[in-house]
């Protein structure tokens, strides 16, 4: 899948950065830690509900669907940071 960033580029859908970004804001709060595993399971959460409702998928839709998901889970500091570290 691909996604179009910010400035309009073209880039591949990069599970990797959503994981490491994920860890980073759970590791600058003091909310229950999430494992590799975990933030793995987001990202691929994330990657399957933006291609069932979308062609042209951002980073802002993204950020917003890890966002959603974290809150989910009852992270809803790691969900803000996760969202701070994308402005």
């Known amino acids: ?49 933006l291609t069932k409702e979308k062609d042209i998928i951002t980073t802002q839709d993204i950020r917003e669907c890890v966002y959603d998901i974290l809150c989910k889970r009852n992270l809803p500091k790691t969900a803000r940071l996760y969202m701070d570290f994308h402005k």
């Open 1 to 49: 899948m691909y996604i179009t960033k910010k400035n309009g580029i073209v880039v591949l859908y990069d599970t990797e950065k959503i994981i490491n970004s994920i860890l980073k804001a759970n590791g600058d709060t003091n909310e229950e830690e999430i494992s590799r595993a975990t933030a793995s399971y987001i990202a691929d959460e994330t990657f399957d509900r």
